[in-house]
């Protein structure tokens, strides 16, 4: 297998040694226009083939192209590598919009090309594990999703902080909850460079399940947590804490205990609570090896181009909701093709 | 001073032990209906004289009646109170709607008799500090105002999680940024009884300044945080810390200092931290302390009527949001009269 | 049956509110030479029977005498009160030595009487919890028992800061560990008044088990905290946790998987881990309801005058030991009688 | 300058990737005699020149010897070093007794070589800070030094707990002390491969000043925690914390005040908290630099062989009085020459 990696920026390092380490990997061209970013891959990986032509790559004899570039340049440059017949690795978001990302899942699907996009934290151990226990039914069915995720951040100059952010939350309520979100509002404020730097999602769903989002470039504390409420047990995910990142509490809401209104108030926690061994191999080995793997079996990656069509859709949907204050947009689960 | 307390629920013994221990205070008088309230008061408290005639409290000889039942009752006995030309004390929230409370504000100024809303946080010390570095600009400008109060809780059976918990956060919000709400929009879901156990609320400002609030009775965690984000400075409450409620953040947003990426990322912190002295007076003896101190001094207390109207009108227009799925309610700041 | 409670301190207060609800207890006599606390006392309490005379509570009506003076006094009012054919409680350390300790122990052997020590810990939803764990033999062999408890505490004029706080640690270690230590070694500091006001203690067993206990009176953090290492699991209780008291850590050495060097390293947690419901009720209701169980059945409390005696021998070698800097010094276990 | 690093286990990568980021270091040659290691060095660090043969690598034209191998190699390749005119840098501890520490000194001294130890975190952010606030008086007085540093660690074969994890807190201790200790105590207890696996040291000062060290591979829980008590402040230094590592403490203990027993008790904290920034550089970059610069500016090194060797003078002191269960062994500073 022949890997090329168009976009060396934050993460193209982290790409080029995960896909060096993949034993079918025989070769990896690195591509980027900015000399110093090929100086710094030569010095940490000689034996990267380096070059500023992002054309050669696309045409070259790579079988997958790993596309790292801003969310704008997706677009074009994955649309041309399918065309070349190249399986295609897109960072996250998918594409800037909706109808990229149709187009490109149906020239897939037209060459039985694979697509994979890199929701990297769905092969996070944490977020596998929070699949596992809800598939198993441990906390019944599920209420709500809750997540923040908050920090002294980056300004994007292309994005605001919901493209940024946001893609990893949504790509992970997808995976565990499984479900298609019915609507959707945001709400958001842009206090410097007119992108928007805190914003709050809420999402419904067709069975009353809600879901919320809290992205924040600006906040003096670095916070990651989600909370999935459960009619059985309730479940929080702290991506902050070194080792006891899940907790899963065996306690609810027992409408009839209620009755007992002062014990209650008193007695915090009503049950025990659990905090599951987390497998901490890095995400983005997983990734990799899931990507080349559904090559090789010729079969739909865990994160392919559906779904990240889905989280396109509902960050589109959130700048149709931000225009309006956050009015109430619907989403639309059908592909056009 | 002497006081009539109405209403000897979950919060009533905490009224009449603190009422009971100011000086000025030579009689208390505790009414309620059920007999086992009557005698748990009475077994902590011998000195306070019990009643189960509402009426008779409203009309005898007390200067100040506290009203501490739950809010459908507020309105009848505060109007009866105050037509009894009795000062007044009232629970949070104040009353059930809007027109309420400006009906009893305009008795309560007619006869010059003062309101005091129990908002009882304005009283609280980690509060108190806030206001005060805000007031003294310690922060700069404030961007955004973001509010967690998550929790085990109890069901209440005559109102939804909104009117249990916010008041609380919303009151707090009026008295450290002293500016009034623009428009609001409230998200929630109900799972049990009809009545809403999770909200999200958002309000917007006329300068740019965003508020965000999340209310949940179904949480496996107890969370109580405060996040203030101001263009100088930021600050963090945390009401489940021991000892270190108040951390202000000498870090922000520089947009220069943006350029250099990666540096920013891997610097997480960027200034020192500093965590003031919180007076850890009980706040609802510095409440009654005010209420009685307005009293004499014939002024408005910190927590008066017009407080409780602010938050009431938030409170309604929560309910106008939630009935069309978040959609955005404009908040009138005219009191009729 | 009638309670003489004598000192009205710090804790008594607390003494005389939990006998008052001890529903066989018809009459509660409290005794102090202060004034202002006695009428503290008839404030809160107005049914207790107020004395200044010690001696007429000694040999009036009273059934139990409890003694909650500083620990000097302890021997020749719990004297007394025996040969009054008074059951006695007794605050912690029970005596000030372990010849005074014997004493009284005899003495009520032969005329049995109860003697019941205040180890209020003993009663504490955790520590009960930690018994029943051990006793399940959850943790397997125990190979060391850790404590710090340490703060920004009072300085006692009459004991060091050992005689002060490692009552608490030592009988914890007593009840759960249940075996006899044999030698042990202090150390400690007195930078102020003379008395030791940090130090640390190590106890040596039989069968290799080893204990250390830190207590400081000069600490600007407060920490409560417990480790318990076992062969099989581990535990550790923090007191300073609001919810997740007791933790049990599937965790372990595993000798030959020490071979895998480098992902042991990196592989912080190997088992998953486990924080199981802690009963809230206030240790000192159930130590009074175990005092007066015991005295009516006739039969030894659980924390006996015996369990009295083994914390006042430790704390007695403690005071031998920090003579010559944390010489070692033996256990003798017998009782002389 | 040429740099030789012998030993290329755990450490050793670390240390030839922070040398090879040093400008003034034009080659790295790295020696070990196990095959797979020296592999693995040759794919991330492809410039660097391998060998099996340390005799050669010491007489050969290399201007720094860095000696990682285990402790009781350290001083036969530190002789030779130093006899071929090499400067050296050896692993912590220095050596394994006073003796061979002294030897080197001399034999440095003698031909006006640099030692340079690797305390590593005496060039940790942190810890200059510590020192920093020190060195002003911020803390007043130092009380006493209390570390902790425990954890599910590695079983070395070759050392015990004590040789391992105490150099670390022994060697900031001395940094940010700057005296000299008196005696020594230590406890420990040996569970498994007749290697100590937990451990207590307590140093004694001539000033009063105190200090104790908790080491322990068998801990459920990794804690990596310094106390140090000021008589005007005092700091902790926890570690494992993200972002405030260290935390100083306007609280103290004012003798006046503790009249006011019960005010005291309740109020836990009596002053300000303050966390300052930490620079993030990485500490084994930062030694290098210094190591380079001593040599360069033919100085001794912030980290010397006389830092080294009082360092394992207290090491040899703890085995010494291990032998006799805590038996206090006193401390001689004079260097035999």
């Not at 934050?10 to 980027?32: I, M, S, T």
Request: proline letters at 3%.
């Amino acid at each position: 297998m022949k890997v090329g990696i168009i976009g060396l920026g934050y993460w193209g390092p982290n790409l080029v040694r995960n896909f060096l380490a993949q034993p079918d990997v025989e070769k990896v061209v690195a591509c980027d226009v900015r000399e110093e970013r090929l100086k710094l891959i030569s010095q940490k990986f000689p034996s990267v083939i380096l070059t500023k032509n992002c054309e050669e790559t696309l045409t070259g004899d790579c079988d997958l192209i790993v596309i790292a570039t801003p969310v704008a340049a997706h677009y074009p440059i994955a649309k041309k590598a399918l065309e070349n017949n190249k399986h295609i690795w897109v960072e996250k978001p998918f594409t800037a919009n909706v109808a990229e990302a149709e187009t490109l899942i149906e020239i897939a699907e037209a060459k039985n090309l694979k697509i994979f996009v890199d929701h990297t934290f769905i092969y996070n151990g944490a977020v596998i594990k929070m699949k596992e226990l809800i598939d198993k039914n441990e906390l019944g069915n599920i209420l709500y999703f809750d997540s923040e995720r908050i920090n002294l951040g980056l300004f994007q100059k292309d994005v605001n902080v919901i493209w940024d952010l946001a893609p990893h939350d949504l790509s992970i309520m997808q995976f565990i909850l499984g479900k298609k979100a019915k609507a959707l509002s945001a709400h958001a404020i842009a206090n410097f460079n007119g992108k928007e730097n805190l914003a709050h999602i809420c999402i419904y769903f067709e069975d009353n399940c809600f879901a919320h989002f809290h992205v924040n470039w600006v906040s003096p504390v670095k916070i990651r947590r989600m909370i999935v409420g459960g009619t059985k047990k309730m479940l929080v995910y702290d991506d902050m804490e070194n080792f006891e990142k899940i907790k899963v509490y065996d306690s609810g809401i027992d409408i009839k205990s209620t009755e007992g209104i002062h014990e209650a108030l008193v007695q915090y926690r009503i049950g025990d609570m659990f905090s599951p061994k987390v497998n901490q191999t890095e995400a983005l080995s997983m990734g990799a090896r899931e990507c080349l793997d559904a090559i090789i079996q010729n079969r739909q990656p865990l994160t392919s181009g559906y779904d990240g069509l889905e989280v396109v859709k509902l960050l589109e949907a959130s700048d149709k909701s931000l225009k309006d204050m956050g009015q109430i947009v619907e989403i639309n689960h059908l592909v056009h093709s």
